[in-house]
């Protein structure tokens, strides 16, 4: 009982504090890669903590939906929080859900969004939120099917469950099959959290936002909850793509030296990641909108070669 | 009168569902009547499945009766339909020979019609009815030739009979058997391409009728295809499952896709009825694909998956069609693009649809998650059939599944947003209001249902279970985790919705509270939209639901084949100076063009032709006589 | 001796309405009506207590067939004199209620007579007796109809007099000279022993004689002209039961035939007839302009659905076949007179000149709709089940291609009649319009509706039993 | 009786053959009376050799019905109309031709008739059919109201030799029926034909062409 607490208390902790540093070393790496100094990681903190001191800007348009969406987006990405193997393989709520609750549960996130980008009545935030849902609804299929592809390979989709089986077996990680659902699910977690080619964080360029223009009437407290739940969308998303698919080194029983030893792991394996992350959104161009679809069917194809390289090589 | 008539209706739904639930815990019924009627006469027989389904037709029907009653002052015409409605919908699964199932079959179909003609007189709904009636005529014709071909196999009309004699049948006239019932049954359940009249008849109706028509009858075409499947022919091959599996994933998108552009409001919610039968017919297509391939457990999985989201949908589509109900009533119009800000003068409703919403959209913890995210465990373990073929088929329709869950989320994103959110669009949604407490309570009933059935479905699913087990006729109850947790065959995979909930709801308080604590909660200052510095908000600028409809217009073109309409009028002086500009960018149905448009019109000619044989020349007529007479003699 | 009062009242009526005239006419006529159908009724208790009913030495016989079809015509001919009579310009009430009851007469003769010669005539003089009835408004157009009707159901019906006599030239052949050689009785008696070939080829010609009657495609062209043409009363009488008096003569024949050589032989023809008269229809149905038109059609469809049931033959079959005939009667009965009153109200028989029919006369409307789905074959009504009987003997008999190809057809007659309901049913009506005043008048027709919803859902006790006794009159 | 009848059977076809061929109304009607007391002398013909008393008063009846009665009631149809078509009118070649596949139709048709037959008129029964179809011919070609009375009482000639022929003659009742029959045709149809002649001003059939579809 005491050790739930303290692994549901770690785990929230990493990714509510450790969310923000993560965006963070994706900025600097970005900076330096190419060429600039760029700000410090913990920038994100000062930039928190300057919006939770502001006041509220409200328009007069909008309705409780507007008003209760950032505190919904926080809470499903804590809730996660409690499901994503993060340091253990079984954390609290690892019985609650497996990969597709967590899906639906970012998907919770994506559909108040997008209802208070049209909450404002303004043209941007409709179109944001139409963009968010298309890109949202068109990763859907990839998802599900490297769920598939993993399961396959897992005997089972709980999350505790794969990360055990693939522990157990850490070449499994490596075979085509298993790469091939790796890619396609990097893929969908740079469309879900709106990272180049398919959004640009970085900017306010109206024609071509997605997430920025669901925001845009956000200010103050409110903005920093959307802010601190994109980051975090961002840390469980690529947690969960560490420990899902390279489950090498994830603890399995609690203890106080496990779950450091869990953290370091991780903390090592989205240090790469990031660094992924930031090599790629400093290589690529964002794509033209109506071009997202192709990358998305490109990942969706990815991952279906995944599933059927399973079975029709039985 | 009507109120009285409306009454009676939720009172029958109440006997109607408390029947329904003992069946489902194993009362048996049964109840002859030869003398009534030839073949068989009259035969009602209650087993789990009836219960189930009886159940259904009751749970839906309280709510949608007291919507009606909620209306019983303005709208009086077709009361009378509606409770024969209700009744002969009661009859449908209780029904156990081929007379007494069409005759019920035939007036659920009639009372439907009477109450989408009754609907508004307009010459749409005249001409939906027409179209609703005629599909509805050809299923049934269907229908009625696979059970007399049936009945002349086994020499009886009686489903027992069916059930025992069905496995002795050959195996190409089962085939034939069930291809001609599976049709009449997808007729009714909107199955695409046969779904042409949903979209027409649903919207038509009145919207307590809609709820019904689309949160339960529609599943009475499921019950026969479950029925047909895996109940009276017997076990059936592996095409059956598979057929079945693609015409759901099939269904899901393309309704799903259908419902994402439509602006009217209760048009999204035929099509998305339409989707929503194609998920359940998914994980109805696995159960029977898994019972041939001879793993009884993954089968009853399967089908309890099918049947609880045939529950599900009923609770939410149901609760939807309600809500559309009272905005329709309020406004006058289903025209989403005419709606907005309702949110503010029909707050109630908006509460009940939103909740609605997001259960159809399966966000968790509400009801329609927790059956899609069964669906979905049913087709992930498909593996155990090794068979490279049907791997393939469950793979499609995983995918499909997928596509349609994130299409869903956009869907009821817009259906909300647009309809109920930012400001009113035109006069009429600007001085809209409340229904009736009635209608609110119905509402909250199903709001309240969708939350208790996402977050106790540890209870109602082993119910289901049951049914299932008892219908494959499995031994042992299906083991499915225990009061807090879902667990599906042993370890593969788990689900906790209270756990879920309260891990939700914890969260959202732990960040207010944190808020409060880091003093987050400022000053509030309340301004006009920002949108970037642009000044003057009018509803002119709110994106419309046709605009929200763009991306999936561009990236789904090769289906809706949209047409762009652009009429600019120029000041007389200058055609620079535009006074006015008219953009349409209509849809084009491909089932209307390529099959129905082109049948109707072989009909028509062929008509034409005949038509000319009256030329209204006596000689030509008596020459008929003449040739009749000489064929007739040599050919006989 | 009810069967002599059944077929004297209509004649001695005959004769006494043509001198009498005014109200008292109108009085005789309703009461005359009412002794029919008693002594229709006392007919039919005595054929269920006796088997049958004999007078004159034998010559009118009256078995379990003839009286379901007495009852009908007794029930039809009630339905159309609670109608008023039609009041046209040129002729009075005079003419029209001596040949009321004289075409009544010929009908109930026609039925009534174990002499398969005398029905011969009798169901001649059907069409000479209500020749003028169809031309009893002497337009242009009822000049037409009654003509063509005249012409080729003389015709059709003298071909069927080369039937009979094909028949009985087997019958003398086989028997030498007999007093009573076309009595169907001794027919029947004498019908396993009568020559295949020649029989066969008899059957030909009636099928065609009194399939010119039945309205059985491609004989049935006279039928849309004169059931449209004709005033309500009659169209009620011609389409319900005059037709079904042309199946029952070949019904008479087909038990013979079939004893002589194997039913195989009739089923085949009724068959391909049954099919092409549906066919026929409902491409005429798909498109209809005119409404009577449309119920003409309408009653070429069913009587080829008749045609189906007596082909696929079997006690389900033949069953369900009779009550399709008395199903069908009356709707279609109640359906023309209601037409009538439409007619009246709107002035024309157009489908595009009635619009708004449910709201400008509710009652009326109301019934016509009710009826209208009656006829479509929807249940709680008999047709349903009527229709299900047939079709079920249709897959029992492994007839399947004609089964599944009929339902298919009815699909799209469904869908052409439905289309010409909602034209007439829904819109704005003009102001002018306005209902048959009063819920009495509502009252025949919902008799009639309120019986079809019995052989719909309920059926009364002994209705099985007397259809399975008539089919096995009927069946080998 | 056998060489009587047959030589009878086949002068009534040949009077219907050249009912097909002539023209000119009036010379029809004679053609048509002629016809009629052929099948009178059939009559009682058969009545002598077959020893059958009451086809005499058959006869009887025909002659009076049918080669006075409704010759001149067709006369009074006629009257005031041309004797020959106006336009000049198809050949008959075409129509003889089909008369005469029609007549190999009939022997064909009535194979199982004579096949079983043992009487001795069995030779004019194919003739008598014959009659029947060209009469029935002649109603379906017929150009106005006046060639289908025409043609149908040819055909009914052709029914009555046939009926005579085949099964000498049919009980009284029906015999009397049919003549009934047809004298009320004829006379309905003359009131028809009148009542057309008003209304249209000709009885050509095709200005009956209003009501189609």
């Known amino acids: 009982m005491i050790a739930d607490i303290l692994i549901a208390v770690v785990q929230l902790a990493l990714v509510g504090l450790g969310a923000p540093l993560l965006t963070g070393i994706v900025r600097t790496l970005k900076a330096r890669l190419v060429g600039r100094r760029g700000p410090s990681p913990w920038q994100p903190y000062a930039d928190l903590r300057k919006l939770l001191g502001k006041d509220r800007v409200v328009s007069t348009t909008t309705s409780w939906i507007f008003a209760v969406t950032p505190v919904v987006l926080a809470a499903?990405?804590?809730?996660?929080?409690?499901?994503?193997?993060?340091?253990?393989?079984?954390?609290?709520?690892?019985?609650?859900?497996?990969?597709?609750?967590?899906?639906?549960?970012?998907?919770?996130?994506?559909?108040?969004?997008?209802?208070?980008?049209?909450?404002?009545?303004?043209?941007?935030?409709?179109?944001?939120?139409?963009?968010?849902?298309?890109?949202?609804?068109?990763?859907?299929?990839?998802?599900?099917?490297?769920?598939?592809?993993?399961?396959?390979?897992?005997?089972?989709?709980?999350?505790?469950?794969?990360?055990?089986?693939?522990?157990?077996?850490?070449?499994?990680?490596?075979?085509?099959?298993?790469?091939?659902?790796?890619?396609?699910?990097?893929?969908?977690?740079?469309?879900?959290?709106?990272?180049?080619?398919?959004?640009?964080?970085?900017?306010?360029?109206?024609?071509?936002?997605?997430?920025?223009?669901?925001?845009?009437?956000?200010?103050?407290?409110?903005?920093?909850?959307?802010?601190?739940?994109?980051?975090m969308k961002l840390f469980l998303f690529m947690a969960l793509l560490a420990n899902l698919f390279f489950p090498w080194g994830v603890p399995t029983e609690p203890g106080l030296a496990a779950l450091a030893r869990g953290g370091i792991v991780l903390a090592g394996k989205l240090l790469a990641l990031a660094t992924i992350l930031a090599v790629i959104e400093t290589q690529i161009a964002k794509l033209r909108l109506f071009r997202v679809p192709e990358l998305l069917a490109g990942s969706f194809a990815l991952a279906l070669l995944s599933v059927t390289s399973r079975f029709l090589l039985r | 009168m009507t109120a009285v008539v409306y009454t009676l209706a939720a009172i029958v739904g109440l006997i109607v569902g408390a029947v329904g639930v003992s069946g489902m815990l194993g009362v048996g019924l049964a109840w002859r009547c030869p003398a009534l009627l030839p073949l068989g006469g009259l035969s009602l027989v209650l087993d789990p499945l009836a219960g189930f389904f009886l159940a259904l037709v009751g749970f839906a029907s309280v709510p949608a009766s007291l919507d009606g009653l909620g209306r019983a002052r303005s709208e009086r015409r077709g009361r009378l339909a509606y409770l024969l409605f209700v009744a002969a919908m009661a009859l449908v699964p209780l029904a156990a020979n081929a007379l007494t199932f069409l005759l019920a079959w035939e007036l659920m179909s009639l009372a439907s019609y009477v109450l989408v003609v009754q609907g508004g007189r307009a010459r749409e709904s005249i001409r939906a009815a027409w179209v609703y009636a005629v599909m509805t005529h050809a299923g049934l014709a269907c229908l009625l030739a696979g059970m007399l071909l049936l009945g002349a196999w086994t020499g009886s009309f009686d489903v027992g009979a069916w059930r025992a004699a069905a496995s002795a049948l050959a195996p190409s006239a089962r085939d034939l058997a069930w291809t001609l019932l599976a049709l009449g049954f997808a007729v009714k359940a909107g199955v695409i391409p046969l779904h042409v009249w949903l979209p027409l008849a649903h919207p038509a109706a009145p919207s307590h009728v809609s709820a019904l028509m689309s949160g339960v009858m529609i599943k009475l075409g499921v019950y026969g295809l479950v029925r047909v499947s895996l109940d009276w022919l017997g076990e059936g091959p592996a095409w059956w499952g598979a057929a079945i599996l693609l015409a759901g994933a099939v269904s899901a998108v393309v309704g799903v896709l259908s419902a994402i552009v439509d602006r009217d409001l209760k048009r999204v919610l035929a099509f998305s009825s339409i989707e929503n039968a194609g998920i359940i017919l998914i994980g109805l297509g696995a159960g029977v694909l898994y019972q041939a391939a001879g793993l009884p457990a993954l089968a009853v999985l399967g089908v309890t998956a099918a049947l609880y989201h045939a529950l599900n949908h009923a609770a939410f589509k149901t609760l939807l069609f309600l809500g559309a109900g009272a905005v329709v009533h309020a406004t006058g119009t289903r025209d989403m693009d005419a709606l907005g800000g309702l949110i503010k003068r029909m707050p109630w409703t908006a509460a009940c649809f939103l909740t609605g919403a997001a259960a159809i959209a399966a966000l968790p913890p509400l009801n329609g998650f927790v059956s899609e995210w069964l669906t979905l465990q049913a087709l992930l373990q498909n593996l155990l059939i090794e068979q490279p073929a049907?791997?393939?088929?469950?793979?499609?329709?995983?995918?499909?599944?997928?596509?349609?869950?994130?299409?869903?989320?956009?869907?009821?994103?817009?259906?909300?947003?647009?309809?109920?959110?930012?400001?009113?669009?035109?006069?009429?949604?600007?001085?809209?209001?409340?229904?009736?407490?009635?209608?609110?309570?119905?509402?909250?009933?199903?709001?309240?249902?969708?939350?208790?059935?996402?977050?106790?479905?540890?209870?109602?699913?082993?119910?289901?279970?049951?049914?299932?087990?008892?219908?494959?006729?499995?031994?042992?109850?299906?083991?499915?985790?225990?009061?807090?947790?879902?667990?599906?065959?042993?370890?593969?995979?788990?689900?906790?919705?209270?756990?879920?909930?309260?891990?939700?709801?914890?969260?959202?308080?732990?960040?207010?509270?944190?808020?409060?604590?880091?003093?987050?909660?400022?000053?509030?200052?309340?301004?006009?939209?920002?949108?970037?510095?642009?000044?003057?908000?009018?509803?002119?600028?709110?994106?419309?639901?046709?605009?929200?409809?763009?991306?999936?217009?561009?990236?789904?073109?090769?289906?809706?084949?949209?047409?762009?309409?652009?009429?600019?009028?120029?000041?007389?002086?200058?055609?620079?100076?535009?006074?006015?500009?008219?953009?349409?960018?209509?849809?084009?149905?491909?089932?209307?063009?390529?099959?129905?448009?082109?049948?109707?019109?072989?009909?028509?000619?062929?008509?034409?032709?005949?038509?000319?044989?009256?030329?209204?020349?006596?000689?030509?007529?008596?020459?008929?006589?003449?040739?009749?007479?000489?064929?007739?003699?040599?050919?006989? | 001796m009810s069967l002599l009062i059944l077929l004297g009242a209509p004649l001695g009526a005959a004769g006494l309405l043509a001198l009498v005239?005014?109200?008292?006419?109108?009085?005789?006529?309703?009461?005359?009506?009412?002794?029919?159908?008693?002594?229709?009724?006392?007919?039919?208790?005595?054929?269920?207590?006796?088997?049958?009913?004999?007078?004159?030495?034998?010559?009118?016989?009256?078995?379990?067939?003839?009286?379901?079809?007495?009852?009908?015509?007794?029930?039809?001919?009630?339905?159309?004199?609670?109608?008023?009579?039609?009041?046209?310009?040129?002729?009075?009430?005079?003419?029209?209620?001596?040949?009321?009851?004289?075409?009544?007469?010929?009908?109930?003769?026609?039925?009534?007579?174990?002499?398969?010669?005398?029905?011969?005539?009798?169901?001649?003089?059907?069409?000479?007796?209500?020749?003028?009835?169809?031309n009893l408004e002497r337009s242009r157009a009822s000049l037409e109809a009654a003509y063509k009707y005249l012409l080729i159901c003389s015709v059709g019906v003298a071909i069927a007099f080369i039937g009979t006599v094909l028949v009985y030239f087997a019958d003398i052949h086989q028997l030498g000279d007999e007093a009573h050689a076309l009595r169907w009785t001794t027919l029947v008696r004498l019908a396993p022993g009568l020559p295949a070939r020649v029989v066969e080829l008899g059957f030909v010609f009636l099928l065609v004689g009194y399939g010119t009657k039945a309205g059985l495609a491609p004989m049935h062209t006279w039928l849309p002209d004169a059931h449209s043409e004709a005033p309500a009363p009659v169209s009620a009488l011609m389409s319900g039961v005059l037709l079904s008096v042309g199946v029952y003569a070949l019904l008479r024949f087909k038990t013979v035939v079939d004893q002589a050589a194997g039913p195989e032989f009739t089923q085949r023809l009724l068959l391909a007839l049954g099919l092409l008269s549906i066919a026929i229809a409902a491409a005429f149905l798909w498109a209809s302009t005119n409404y009577k038109r449309m119920l003409a059609y309408s009653s070429i469809e069913h009587i080829g659905v008749v045609c189906l049931g007596l082909g696929f033959g079997g006690l389900v079959g033949i069953g369900g076949a009779l009550l399709h005939v008395a199903n069908h009667a009356l709707a279609k009965s109640v359906l023309f007179l209601l037409s009538g009153r439409i007619r009246a109200a709107y002035g024309s028989a157009d489908i595009a000149g009635v619009t708004g029919l449910l709201g400008a006369m509710p009652v009326t409307g109301g019934l016509f709709l009710l009826a209208m789905l009656a006829l479509m074959g929807l249940p709680p009504f008999g047709l349903f089940v009527s229709e299900v009987l047939i079709f079920s003997a249709g897959f029992q008999s492994g007839h399947w291609a004609i089964a599944a190809a009929s339902l298919l057809l009815l699909v799209g007659a469904f869908a052409g009649l439905l289309r010409s309901a909602h034209r007439m049913l829904y819109g704005a009506a003009a102001p002018t319009v306005v209902d048959v005043p009063g819920l009495r008048s509502a009252v025949p027709a919902g008799v009639a509706l309120l019986l079809l919803t019995l052989t719909g859902i309920a059926w009364p006790p002994g209705l099985a039993a007397a259809l399975d006794h008539i089919a096995r009159l009927l069946g080998p | 009786m056998t060489t009587a009848t047959n030589f009878l059977a086949f002068l009534g076809l040949v009077s219907t053959l050249l009912i097909v061929w002539r023209q000119s109304w009036p010379g029809r009607r004679q053609l048509f009376v002629v016809q009629s007391l052929l099948l009178a002398a059939l009559a009682a013909t058969m009545a002598v050799y077959a020893n059958r008393h009451e086809l005499l008063l058959v006869a009887a009846v025909v002659v009076l019905l049918k080669a006075v009665l409704i010759p001149r009631i067709l006369g009074r149809l006629a009257a005031g109309m041309p004797a020959r078509p106006v336009t000049p009118g198809r050949s008959a070649g075409m129509s003889l031709l089909v008369a005469g596949g029609l007549i190999v139709a009939a022997y064909v048709i009535m194979l199982p008739v004579t096949a079983v037959s043992e009487l001795p008129t069995e030779g004019g029964i194919p003739l008598a059919f014959a009659m029947v179809l060209i009469g029935l011919f002649v109603t379906v070609t017929g150009r106005d109201a006046l060639g289908h009375v025409l043609g149908f009482l040819m055909f009914e000639n052709g029914i009555f030799a046939l009926a005579l022929l085949a099964t000498y003659g049919l009980p009284g009742l029906v015999e009397a029926g049919v003549f009934l029959d047809v004298l009320v045709i004829v006379l309905l149809m003359e009131g028809f034909v009148l009542q057309i002649r008003r209304e249209h001003d000709s009885i050509a059939v095709d200005r009956l062409r209003e009501l189609r579809g």
């Open chain 2, 390 to 636: 049907v791997n393939l088929v469950f793979a499609l329709g995983i995918a499909a599944l997928a596509l349609t869950g994130g299409l869903t989320v956009a869907c009821f994103v817009r259906a909300f947003g647009i309809t109920f959110l930012a400001v009113p669009r035109q006069e009429a949604a600007a001085r809209a209001h409340d229904p009736a407490t009635p209608s609110r309570l119905a509402m909250t009933i199903l709001a309240l249902s969708c939350l208790a059935l996402g977050v106790g479905a540890t209870a109602v699913v082993p119910a289901i279970a049951r049914v299932g087990s008892h219908l494959l006729g499995t031994p042992t109850a299906l083991p499915l985790g225990d009061a807090l947790t879902l667990k599906v065959s042993g370890e593969f995979a788990s689900l906790s919705m209270p756990a879920v909930a309260a891990a939700l709801a914890l969260a959202g308080l732990g960040v207010l509270a944190g808020l409060a604590a880091a003093g987050g909660r400022g000053r509030v200052r309340l301004y006009e939209t920002w949108s970037c510095g642009r000044m003057l908000q009018t509803p002119r600028m709110e994106y419309s639901a046709t605009a929200f409809a763009n991306p999936f217009k561009r990236v789904f073109d090769f289906f809706y084949r949209p047409v762009e309409h652009i009429d600019i009028a120029a000041h007389p002086g200058s055609r620079l100076f535009v006074q006015r500009i008219e953009y349409a960018n209509p849809t084009r149905s491909l089932f209307d063009d390529w099959l129905y448009r082109p049948l109707l019109h072989t009909v028509h000619r062929g008509a034409r032709v005949v038509q000319r044989l009256q030329s209204g020349s006596a000689n030509l007529y008596l020459a008929y006589i003449l040739l009749a007479l000489l064929a007739l003699l040599v050919f006989a």
């Open chain 1, 76 to 231: 499903t990405m804590l809730a996660s929080a409690l499901i994503v193997p993060l340091v253990i393989s079984r954390p609290v709520l690892g019985f609650a859900g497996n990969v597709i609750v967590l899906m639906y549960l970012f998907l919770i996130g994506t559909f108040f969004l997008a209802l208070a980008g049209l909450d404002a009545g303004s043209a941007f935030g409709g179109m944001g939120g139409s963009r968010e849902v298309a890109v949202a609804a068109l990763a859907e299929p990839t998802i599900i099917v490297a769920v598939f592809a993993l399961a396959m390979r897992a005997g089972t989709i709980n999350l505790g469950g794969v990360v055990e089986r693939l522990g157990a077996n850490p070449q499994m990680a490596l075979t085509p099959g298993h790469l091939l659902a790796f890619a396609a699910f990097f893929i969908v977690m740079i469309a879900e959290t709106g990272r180049l080619p398919v959004d640009n964080p970085a900017t306010h360029l109206e024609l071509t936002m997605i997430h920025e223009a669901m925001v845009l009437e956000y200010s103050g407290p409110d903005l920093a909850l959307v802010d601190w739940a994109a980051s």
């Open chain 3, 21 to 134: 005239r005014g109200a008292p006419a109108r009085a005789a006529h309703l009461t005359v009506t009412a002794i029919t159908a008693a002594a229709a009724g006392a007919v039919a208790l005595r054929v269920i207590q006796a088997g049958s009913v004999t007078a004159l030495g034998g010559l009118l016989r009256a078995d379990g067939l003839s009286a379901w079809m007495i009852v009908l015509i007794a029930l039809v001919s009630g339905l159309a004199a609670s109608e008023p009579p039609p009041s046209v310009r040129a002729v009075p009430a005079r003419r029209f209620y001596p040949l009321f009851h004289l075409f009544v007469f010929t009908m109930l003769l026609a039925v009534g007579t174990d002499d398969v010669g005398l029905m011969w005539v009798a169901v001649e003089g059907t069409t000479l007796a209500s020749v003028f009835l169809v």
